[in-house]
């Protein structure tokens, strides 16, 4: 015979609840992948890769710009060891048309990046590998000037430096800071960039924000009917 502690422990309270089963957290984690893989797809473009310039390509009918490097401009000098000028964008253009053109590529946009002259700003892989960090690390690029992309390929560009691979075996500016300095030599730019600032490349001390006020005195320069300006940036823009 049970005793009362026992029938009792056997016995249900009017409000009592069945166990209920241990939650299951993989529906909801395969929802949540599945929903990631559609957006993932959503911002991939996939295709062959028709190279423009040092850091820029055509795949299909969109422009890519690659993330957080760049190549020299179309127009850009590169000094050699003996002082000797060669374009330097025809340097960065070559590396990566040899690199990736021809080729199927996959560029990951980055939407928070917004679009550059019509161009999606992209992580560019050729067969998984990045394409941005190989420009980088080969010394056909250099990193972005920007606090957080620059951190992105700096190391990978120190390492380049360090062992005097392909562009940093001469001297050249920075292709921002070029660009800059290509519009402040011309003489609609000259009359409003009347102070000169200082830029240094060190990793933590760019001051960005002071460039992007040079670049919004640019940008008023060409609006204001600068004509000599005009024709350097409409130069500039054919060559992208």
């Known amino acids: 015979m049970p005793n009362e502690a026992q029938s009792q422990s056997t016995q249900c309270c009017p409000g009592d609840r069945a166990p209920s ?29 028709k190279v423009t310039s040092g850091n820029r390509l055509i795949v299909g009918n969109q422009k890519i710009r690659i993330y957080a490097m760049y190549g020299l401009y179309p127009s850009q000098p590169w000094y050699d060891q003996t002082g000797v000028e060669f374009n330097g964008g025809s340097i960065s253009k070559t590396a ?30 050729l067969d998984g590998e990045d394409v941005g960090e190989w420009m980088v690390r080969n010394g056909y690029a250099v990193a972005d000037l920007s606090p957080v992309r620059r951190k992105i390929y700096i190391r990978t560009e120190k390492r380049a430096k360090k062992e005097k691979l392909a562009l ?9 800071i070029w660009l800059r300095n290509r519009f402040r030599n011309s003489d609609r730019v000259k009359e409003i960039l009347n102070t000169q600032e200082r830029y240094d490349l060190d990793d933590d001390d760019f001051d960005w924000i002071e460039f992007g006020k040079v670049a919004m005195r640019v940008g008023q320069a060409m609006t204001d009917g600068g004509g000599s300006t ?9 060559d992208l």
């Open 230 to 238: 005009a024709v350097e940036v409409l130069e500039w823009l054919g």
């Open 96 to 125: 990566l048309t040899q690199k990736i053109d021809g080729r199927k590529v996959k560029c990951w946009h980055l939407p928070k990046e917004g679009s550059v002259f019509g161009g999606k700003v992209c992580r560019v892989y």
């Open 168 to 176: 940093h075996q001469g001297t050249f500016d920075h292709p921002l």
């Open 21 to 49: 089963a241990p939650f299951d957290p993989f529906p909801v984690l395969a929802i949540l992948l599945l929903a990631l893989w559609f957006y993932s797809r959503r911002n991939l473009i996939s295709g062959i890769a």
